[in-house]
């Protein structure tokens, strides 16, 4: 197979970044608020590109109840709720009072303060306590790594068919192949790579492996 892909340096992400759509002064803010408050920490922070990706994947296919796995200070959450169909909502879970404070701020900023419900404590507890009859539309997995593989499996539960699981991080920061990373554990890498080959042989989804950001897995549920 031969291979067909652009290499993205930093002038052309800032290219891709300037052609997308939602990246508007209360994101810039929030990033920047972000940097300030958590250093090195903020490359946790959805990335612009990618965070327009799920507005337009969230609008597209009418999602109404969506679920995220990792808040931090709230640009992902943003993001989703933007494309959310009128009465929709979004569950949001996260363990950090600091950082879900900064989030709530911009939620209601972004006047979308009624359509995030944040539920603080680690994210396993609140998946297992959800009704498996009440099922979601969408889901973003972006916590603790470590964690991957439970909470893909349990989001495939809490998805109904036809609805759409997004999976962050999954090159690892190219650690996956066994190149140099960014830093994450041995532990969170193995739980990737795991994941990964979970999604790709799991008959339960259809699934697409993309290049955005640091790597996104698309899984439509059967």
Known sequence: MLDKFTRMDPALHRYAVAHCSGLDELLLELAAETERAAGEMSIMLTAPEQAAMMTVLVRATGVRRALELGTFTGYGS???ARGLAAGGNLLTCDVNEEWSAIARRYWSRA???DRIE???GPALE????LPRAEPFDFAFI?????NYPAYYEHCVELVRPGGMIVVDNVFAGG???GEAGDGMSEESVQAIRETNDRVAGDDRVLSAMIG???GITLALRS
């Open 175 to 177: 650690a996956v192949t």
């Open 118 to 120: 944040l539920r603080l």
């Open 78 to 80: 943003i993001a989703i």
């Open 126 to 129: 609140t998946l297992e306590s």
């Open 111 to 113: 006047g979308l303060e």
């Open 142 to 146: 972006d916590a603790d790594k470590p």
């Open 212 to 214: 955005v950001s640091d």
